[in-house]
């Protein structure tokens, strides 16, 4: 029995020694005290020992330099071209999310999910037709749902980023706020899970917008 449970995780099996971990609790125990007593910010506060853990692990450290850096100025363009395409499916929840009109402090997540669906297909320019094209097959209030190929391929970057961090996003907290299925470490639902489900098809389709406007713009 214990050797079919071995061979069964063997593929997403990450070996520490017992030294390693106890460390890491000790070390992140006043984080997580802090998590359990500010539970509005609970992936931000458990954020630098999300980060600790991963990098134990072995998740992270992938080169920088294949992705250019996103700032804010690139996040403010893409709300401006939400607002220009609000009858899109999810672009008036996402502006929502945004603008705190519903009052549910969501601008985080909005951050977060913008920065990493930006980050994640520039580095996989292959899916963004793909889930482009996603769009016109979303009605009322459906969500996004990738393929197998997108779903594997976000996965495996959240983990070969998972200790990426800027001036304005954290893997750490992006993981924080998805669940296992998309890579992430949330248990129990909530969390942004509809948020990246609706920002995946949408930044695709503001990428592939500002790339065709650059194509024209060099044949002139």
Known sequence: ??????????????????????EWIRSSESAVADARRTAANEPETLAPAQSALDRLLGYGGAARRAIAEPGLAEMDAFVAWLRAHSRLPGANVLLRRHDNTDHQNLTGHFRQSFFGALRFLRENPQFIQEVSEALGRLHGD?????????????????????????????????RGILPPSLGGTRLGGGGGISTIKRMLPLVSRYLEGTSRAGSRKRKR
């Open 1 to 22: 029995m214990v050797d079919r449970i071995y061979k069964s995780c063997q593929p997403d099996m990450r070996v520490i020694t017992a030294a390693a971990l106890r």
């Open 142 to 174: 459906r969500l996004y749902e990738p393929s197998d190929a997108v779903a594997r391929a976000w996965i495996d970057h959240l983990d070969r980023r998972a200790t990426d961090s800027g001036e304005h996003f954290s893997y750490a907290i992006l």
